[in-house]
């Protein structure tokens, strides 16, 4: 083989940790080709659908992962699934080497009594329904409800709270579904809970998120005081909990009738039935203490709150993949450090489970990149133009880099002058706008699959 032969690796998931691992695979000195796979026409995953709409700020990163999408070496494959339309074994003959970056686009199960009720929607629905995700843009969301409860007390708890409690203004200036938007507007909510089954000292948001729901238009947060440990307990905790404990001893100090809806932050209650008869009315909580090692144990105290929605947001777990050993304690693929076998490595949270911020994938990536390139050989595999010949007879229309950005290009316009973009939402019409086909002749002669800026 020459020393020239590019080492041919397949990323699946085209979100944070995929674009890292691309990223720092194309900033080493030896030659790379890379297919970036994902099974919806768009890519940035969760940069998309899992980042709050009013979180913008937080989106831009995805100009960092476009610069290296646009780069010769990297070929994006939208529309692509592995199991339905490529196994993973066909992509172990196509390329050297396999990275799986797919996410956690599930929910880790939420089982109660109940807990199948109509108005039961776990998070990655919920945030995929007003993020428009084309799995959940459709969902049967009922919002003519006055409350709704949210467990959990992580960052994507917080996130549902506040859309929830937003109005039209404060929504303005976001990509969330329109038809989300004007349902949260309709609502006649009044009041949000947002329940923890530990203490204020284990809950796992963050401060600028937390803090956030105390700057909002109609809605004010509380906390019941008696929830709150001695304040020289915080003393002991690492600087961003201490923050997190000023903030909520600030809420401690809110006043329901401030605003018309009411935030409640509860603390030790974990669900242990959804009640209704058809339909969502209320949750059934136990009264929990937290142990010495930080168990949160029922005390048989129960207590109901009513409510038409519940939202689970009590973590993700990425979705199995045929031939690959999972974890499903944790959510994601079995590895050991990030190798899940011999050619094949898991990045994000496919390797680290469902935690840490789009930051964190920033290393992990890095790390995997690194640990690929000592570890596997360029071996004249077909790389992108075998998997473009597979697909083409398979006749499977994909989405390349320049067709996604003919969809970027139309939501920007919708978006007008206010709105960052409308998504557009339904797998057709994404299909449509992007002129989706399979693979042909004409895309190898041109070399259409080497996206450039150009084209
Ligand atoms: P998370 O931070 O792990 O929080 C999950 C919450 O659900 C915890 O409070 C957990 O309680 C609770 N929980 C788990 N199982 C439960 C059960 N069976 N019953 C009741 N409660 C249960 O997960 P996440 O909120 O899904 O966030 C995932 C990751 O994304 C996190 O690292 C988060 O920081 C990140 N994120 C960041 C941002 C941002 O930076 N703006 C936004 C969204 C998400 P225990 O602690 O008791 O297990």
Known sequence: ???????????????????????????????????????????YGLIRFGVAPDHQSIKAVYRRYEKTAMRPEVSFFGNVEVGRDVTLDELLTLFDAVVISCGAGADRPFAVPGARLRGVIGSAAFVGWYNCHPDYCDLDVDLDIEAAAVIGHGNVAVDVVRILAKTPDELAKSDINPEAAARIARAPLTDLYMIG???????????????ELGGLARAVPLVDPAQLPPEDADAALDPGRRKVMEILRRYAENRPDEKPVRIHILFYARPVAVLGDGRVAGLRLERTRVEADGRAVGTGEMFDVSCGLVVPCIGYRSTPIAGLPYDPRRGCFENDNGRIRERIYAAGWARRGPTGTIGTNKPDGAEIAERLLSEVAPAGRAGRAGLRRLLAARNRPIVRFRDWKKIERVEEERGGSIRPRVKIARREELLAVAGAHPPTEEDDARGALRTSAAE
């Open 1 to 43: 083989m020459s020393e020239e032969e590019p080492l041919t690796v397949a990323i699946v998931g085209a979100g944070p940790a995929g674009y890292y691992t691309a990223e720092r695979l194309l900033a080493s000195d030896r030659p790379v080709e890379i297919a970036m796979i994902d099974r919806l026409p768009t890519p």
């Open 197 to 211: 089954r530990r203490g204020p000292h284990e809950a796992k948001f963050t401060p600028k998120e937390l803090g």
